[in-house]
Structures are given as structure tokens and as C-alpha cells.
């Protein structure tokens, strides 16, 4: 049962980055490695379901074909994982902090939320209350500050009041300049 549930957790999530309407499955689609990653987590979701499906069904009514196919799904899953685990190590550098930092500066236009990779950046640094992948500092030199040279963040960057209807900020002017105390400054632990 556990492993159905496991199972049906992954096959949700798979479902939901392929068709997100926010924007996630165009900046999946941009990267083959997220692409292919995002089809996997599907695949194996709909492979663990099953497998716990079998599984229960084969110890039950002590079935010798259904515990052979578990068995054969569960070396599946194993040589998969193992693959994963490959491709990971060979495309480790486009999974990186730098990697990630370097897409923000070249394709991050701050206030065009028809572009889906930036539109998707304003929806994450808003809901996470976060700015950049490390912290401002990435928007240094970066396409956002050549389209914008007067704002040293873009307003996905500014503290919003939680407590009013929609979220407005707190100032938006400040934060703009540059000012600490009304942008979001949440930076995430370093990679270990």
C-alpha cells in the first residue's frame, strides 16, 4: 500500500510539471535533462503504483506469475534508478547552482510576463520569498539590469504585506533601490 501511494504521489507530480499552466513545462521542455527528468518521475510513478498494485494482489492469492512480474518490475525499477544515478553524475554540471545563476542573467527580463522563463522566475521568487538563486547579487550584470539600469532588483524580489487582499508591497520603491529591509533576502543553504 505503501508503495502504491508512493507511487501515485510521483505519478502526480509528473502530471502536474507536464501541464502546469504557470509556465513550469515550457522551462522543462527548454532543458532536455529536466525534460527527460520529467517524463522519468512519470514513468516510475505509474511503474511504483503498479509494482504495489501487483505486488499486494501476487501475496494474496500467492500467485507465482504475479510475484515473478513484481519481481521483474523491481529489477526495472533498480536498472533505472541506475541509469538515473549515471546521468546524473555525467550532467551534473547542468544541475548546479552556477548553472542555474548563469540562465537567470542571460534570459531573465524582469517585468515581461509573457516571456514563460521569466514569467516562472517571478512566480517562484514570489512564492518562496526568495531573490535570485543565491541571493540580489545575481541580477549584477545580468540582461535585467541592461533592460532596467535604474532597479537593482525586479519587483518579484519585494516584500509583499500577507495580511492585506493581493499581497501589496510593502515598498516597492525602496526595494528597488536596493534597500534590505523590503526585499526578500531568504537564501538557501549551500550544496554540501
Not at 516510475?44 to 501475496?59: E, K, W
Not at 500467492?62 to 521483474?72: Q, R, S, T
Not at 537593482?152 to 534590505?180: Q, Y
Request: with cysteine.
Amino acid at each position: 500500500f505503501v508503495l502504491q501511494l508512493g507511487g501515485a504521489c510521483l505519478l502526480g507530480v509528473g502530471i502536474w510539471v507536464l501541464v502546469d499552466p504557470a509556465g513550469f513545462q515550457e522551462i522543462v521542455a527548454a532543458n532536455p535533462l529536466l525534460f527527460t527528468g520529467a517524463y522519468i518521475i512519470l514513468a516510475m510513478g505509474a511503474m511504483l503504483f503498479l509494482l504495489g498494485f501487483l505486488g499486494c494482489c501476487g501475496a494474496i492469492r500467492e500467485n507465482k506469475c504475479l510475484l515473478l512480474f513484481f519481481f521483474m518490475l523491481i529489477l526495472i525499477i533498480f536498472l533505472a534508478e541506475l541509469a538515473a544515478a549515471i546521468l546524473a553524475f555525467i550532467f551534473r554540471e547542468h544541475l548546479t547552482r552556477e548553472y542555474f545563476t548563469k540562465e537567470l542573467k542571460e534570459h531573465y527580463q524582469g517585468y515581461n510576463n509573457t516571456d514563460v522563463f521569466t514569467a516562472t522566475w517571478n512566480a517562484f521568487m514570489n512564492t518562496f520569498g526568495c531573490c535570485g538563486v543565491n541571493d540580489p547579487d545575481d541580477f549584477e550584470g545580468s540582461w535585467f539590469r541592461l533592460l532596467y539600469p535604474d532597479d537593482l532588483v525586479p519587483e518579484a524580489c519585494c516584500k509583499r504585506d500577507t495580511h492585506t487582499r493581493g499581497g501589496a508591497f510593502i515598498s516597492k520603491e525602496e526595494c528597488l533601490m536596493g534597500n534590505m529591509l523590503f526585499r526578500n533576502n531568504k537564501v538557501k543553504n549551500s550544496p554540501s
